[in-house]
């Protein structure tokens, strides 16, 4: 089997015992357009190896100006899309995906390995199915709002509600003010939502 690079090189960063932790986690993202593509290879890039991810979409060009896709994989499922992504930056991970549409009814059961849930829906009535329908189930969700537009990224803060409970974003700014998601913004929240996760899994 070809050397692992990544992990190679994470060696320099992390020990044995802190790789093995991030390594062991298996996270759910909901949503594979900006903030979930964008989170997932912050994880990857960190040493995350196991991933659950759904998204019913297709890459399109409108996409482009912010999610990890390349203008030739318009047309692909997001799901597959990304996971070809990912595994260029780590061909050993191990992903479960679903190309259709999370809903109520079957959320619990494609999240149940998962204690760590990134929510990355661009839809409002989506976010709060997902919060609702993950409430009470002991795990770790990290969701966003309010990410539109090129305003102040240093508006886009992270609230810690409860334990298992994080919100990043300024909860104003969404795509239906009438702002365009940017590159830069949905970066900035994509990335902090990942920043949640790695901190949780190492200092807990």
Request: hydrophobic share 45%; aromatic share 8%; charged share 25%.
């Amino acid at each position: 089997m070809a050397e692992n690079l990544l992990k190679k090189g994470l060696e320099r960063y992390f020990t044995t015992e802190q790789l093995e932790k991030i390594e062991d986690v298996h996270v759910g993202i909901a949503g594979a357009g900006g903030l979930g593509s964008n989170c997932a290879v912050n994880l990857v890039r960190s040493g995350f190896k196991k991933f659950s991810i759904a998204d019913f979409d297709k890459v399109e060009p409108s996409n482009l100006n912010r999610q990890f896709f390349f203008a030739d994989q318009v047309g692909l499922p997001k799901v597959e899309a990304l996971a070809d992504n990912l595994k260029r930056i780590n061909p050993d991970i191990e992903l479960n995906i679903l190309n259709k549409r999370l809903v109520a009814e079957n959320v619990n059961d494609f999240f149940a390995d998962c204690p760590i849930v990134v929510e990355a829906f661009d839809c409002a009535k989506a976010k709060t199915m997902l919060i609702e329908a993950l409430a009470g189930s002991g795990k770790l969700l990290i969701a966003a709002s309010g990410l539109a537009g090129w305003g102040d990224a240093d508006e886009l803060v992270t609230r810690k509600f409860s334990d298992n409970f994080y919100l990043v974003g300024d909860s104003t700014s969404g795509i239906e003010s009438g702002l365009p998601p940017c590159a830069p913004r949905v970066s900035v929240a994509s990335a902090k939502q990942a920043n949640i996760i790695l901190q949780h899994v190492l200092e807990k």
